[in-house]
């Protein structure tokens, strides 16, 4: 079992940047794939990027060339760079590992771009 722990989120200007950690409570395995989600108020929580074992990425279409989702093994972290952030990206952002058979979620970060 392992416990996520999101940080980093605050309140940003548009056009700033923030980046989101998600600390593991044990080292993150590279089988595990690994994934950030948001849900804005009001809204259902929906996919934002992932990491595959293999190393390779996927992004919703209209986020992958602001966001870049990577990780840091020595650190067991997961992390979320945000770059050119819009009012539009103000959510809750939640991190996930999950293989087939098993799902980590965290209790998510609260991120708000102002104008």
């Known amino acids: 079992h392992v416990q996520l722990v999101e940080s980093g989120g605050g309140l940003v200007q548009s056009v700033g940047s923030l980046r989101l950690s998600c600390a593991a409570s044990?080292?993150?395995?590279?089988?595990?794939?690994m994934a950030w989600y948001r849900q804005s108020p009001e809204k259902t929580r929906v996919l934002v990027a992932r990491r595959f074992p293999s190393g390779s990425t996927d992004y919703v279409e209209f986020i992958k060339r602001r966001f870049t989702i990577s990780r840091d093994s020595g650190k067991n972290e997961l992390y979320l760079q945000m770059n050119n952030l819009n009012p539009g990206d103000t959510a809750v952002y939640y991190c996930?590992?999950?293989?087939?058979?098993?799902?980590?979620w965290g209790q998510g970060t609260q991120v708000t771009v102002s104008t």
């Open positions: 044990r080292e993150i395995i590279g089988w595990l794939t």
């Open positions: 996930k590992i999950y293989t087939a058979a098993d799902e980590f």
